[in-house]
């Protein structure tokens, strides 16, 4: 590691290099169950130029590199299994460029979600992608991540114009341009979205961002069933109602966010909602989208156009892992997902529910059901091997479920090594050609080794 340090130190300062114990335990970890492990390196670069002397130097002495935001990853993405360098891109947090009228942001990969919306409210903009975490842009990017809003204005990827990446060789390349779109060559774009840091590491991202809304309007729906619940948002998206944001949460996680939020909602599966547009239309969208679920048996629906009362139920419904933690002191989160087409999505929600209750473990059905993703929350005693056993094998249930239906292991999380196992089923013979592209553009296999798949 001297070595490494000395090479490093040829560009980078020493406050930029730290082997530091208490930094490194910072580094070894993301925020559920996974295993940690530390870096033997944390570097903290503050420019483009400092993550090409890191790669460089990584590609000299074969050592692996993981890239860091804020560690909010879920399926162990920021964990170095393998040792060598963590780059926290903490420093490179800077909104370089807000382009109103093209409705383009160009930011550093450091910079947060709260940390843009803040700056662009000023400008009536906003940024979509909302997965509840104050996670960093460039972390977005690397997960694909979605959330509450995906129904509406997409995920991540569909939000990324052009991003400056570095490769594993220290070469830095563009992979869009400023265009809203582009018939040119292969789509960069897409291919580096979602890959977790295994192609490269991202130093820039120009981003698409929207006017607020004139006017938002805010509903909690409550049912006697999750059938009831799910097939009323079905019904919603059949209708064509705009709706920007449908959130599930069942039984066993209202009674959590009563507790920390100190709210008194019904303990019955609810939908959290929201509206954006005008406010003739969004009238007219939320009587339609009552009258819909009264058909499905809702059985209370309160709408709120308050700020402070949306922000209340945005709030509760965010803070739900957290109140599962809260509550359960000394037990580990699993935070799994998984989503599937729209058609199968009651079944396999009230699927994963009794294989959950099977379990005896406390845990939560919840998800951005608007768009087929549904996340299973269990609170684990990792000192209990049984229970822990009986964790992994609910989560495998839950995913080759899916799988079966022509779903996916995970909609918006990732699969860094938690679903790692089902790579192959999922894509078949197209995992081979996405081990040959990570061949071709990192031989040495130094970004972020032993995630999304195996490269010798």
């Avoid at 335990?25 to 993550?51: A, G, M, N, R, W």
């Avoid at 590199?65 to 909010?72: N, Q, Y």
């Avoid at 959290?272 to 547009?277: A, K, S």
């Avoid at 308050?306 to 419904?317: G, I, P, S």
Wanted: glycine share 8%; aromatic share 6%; hydrophobic share 40%.
């Amino acid at each position: 590691m001297n070595q490494i340090i000395k090479a490093l130190k040829t560009k980078l300062t020493d406050d930029q290099i730290s082997t530091n114990e208490t930094v490194k335990e910072l580094h070894s970890k993301d925020e559920t169950y996974h295993q940690t492990s530390l870096p033997d390196i944390v570097v903290f670069p503050k420019s483009t130029e400092d993550v090409s002397h890191i790669m460089k130097v990584a590609q000299e002495f074969k050592t692996p590199v993981t890239p860091f935001g804020v560690g909010s990853s879920l399926e162990g993405h920021v964990i170095p299994y393998q040792n060598g360098i963590t780059v926290d891109f903490s420093l490179m947090n800077q909104i370089l460029e807000i382009k109103e009228n093209d409705l383009l942001v160009r930011v550093q990969p450091g910079v947060t979600r709260e940390q843009l919306n803040k700056e662009l409210k000023k400008y009536g903009l906003f940024f979509t992608v909302d997965p509840g975490a104050n996670a960093t842009l460039g972390g977005m990017a690397a997960t694909n991540a979605s959330g509450t809003t995906t129904v509406k204005y997409g995920v991540m990827r569909d939000q990324v114009r052009d991003m400056e990446v570095v490769l594993a060789d220290g070469s830095v390349i563009h992979t869009g341009s400023l265009a809203a779109k582009s018939a040119s060559g292969y789509h960069l774009n897409g291919l580096f979205v979602g890959s977790e840091g295994t192609l490269g590491c991202f130093t820039e991202l120009t981003l698409h961002v929207y006017g607020i809304p004139e006017h938002i309007v805010a509903a909690r729906a409550t049912f006697p069933s999750l059938t009831n619940a799910i097939e009323a948002v079905t019904s919603i998206l059949h209708a064509g109602i705009p709706i920007a944001r449908v959130e599930f949460v069942d039984e066993a996680s209202v009674i959590q966010i009563n507790k920390f939020s100190e709210t008194d909602y019904p303990v019955k599966p609810t939908l959290f909602l929201e509206f954006h547009g005008n406010e003739a239309g969004l009238k007219a969208d939320v009587i339609f989208t009552k009258e819909i679920m009264q058909d499905h048996g809702c059985e209370s629906f309160t709408s709120e156009t308050d700020n402070a009362a949306r922000n209340q139920l945005w709030d509760a419904r965010h803070n739900l892992a957290y109140a599962f933690i809260h509550n359960h002191v000394g037990k580990k989160m699993m935070l799994t997902d998984v989503a599937v087409p729209i058609s199968e999505l009651a079944n396999s929600v009230i699927y994963a529910r009794k294989e959950l209750d099977k379990l005896g473990i406390p845990g939560g059905i919840l998800g951005h059901v608007g768009d087929g993703n549904f996340h299973s929350l269990i609170m684990i005693d990792m000192k209990d091997e049984n229970e822990v056993n009986k964790a992994m094998e609910f989560n495998q249930n839950v995913v080759l479920y899916a799988l079966e239906r022509g779903g996916t292991c995970t909609g918006e999380h990732g699969v860094g090594v938690g679903k790692k196992a089902y790579q192959r089923k999922e894509h078949g013979a197209a995992l081979d050609v996405m081990a040959r592209i990570k061949k071709a553009l990192d031989p040495n296999n130094i970004l972020n080794p032993a995630k999304i798949l195996d490269v010798e």
